[in-house]
Nanobody, 115 residues
Framework: QVQLVESGGGLVQPGGSLRLSCAASGSIFSASIMGWYRQAPGKPRALVAA???????QYADVVKGRFTISRDNAKNSIFLQMNGLKHEDSAVYYC?????????WGQGNQVTVSS
């Protein structure tokens, strides 16, 4: 299983930016589909963005054009650059790794968009 440690959340005003980071342990990072999910109170956890080992990227429609996911295989890390943040982006953001049949989750990082 991959161990995931997230950082970079916090409080930001509407229209602002934040960058989330996720550092992964283990030698199988480069073979893992990595992603960011988020969960707001009373709502199910939902995919925000994902990136395959080969660099294929998927975004949720609600973040397209505002969020950018990237990965650095040399540093076993992924990132989520979030621009143009809205109130509805407030949630706990989770890093996720899928390696074959194994799914790993980070501890979660709160992002709050508020004026």
């Amino acid at each position: 299983q991959v161990q995931l440690v997230e950082s970079g959340g916090g409080l930001v005003q509407p229209g602002g930016s934040l960058r989330l980071s996720c550092a992964a342990s283990g030698s199988i990072f480069s073979a893992s589909i990595m992603g960011w999910y988020r969960q707001a109170p009373g709502k199910p956890r939902a995919l925000v963005a994902a990136i395959s080992p080969g660099g294929t990227i998927q975004y949720a429609d609600v973040v397209k054009g505002r969020f950018t996911i990237s990965r650095d295989n040399a540093k076993n890390s992924i990132f989520l650059q979030m621009n143009g943040l809205k109130h509805e982006d407030s949630a706990v953001y989770y890093c996720n790794a899928k390696t074959g049949a194994i799914t790993s989750w980070g501890q979660g990082n709160q992002v709050t968009v508020s004026s």
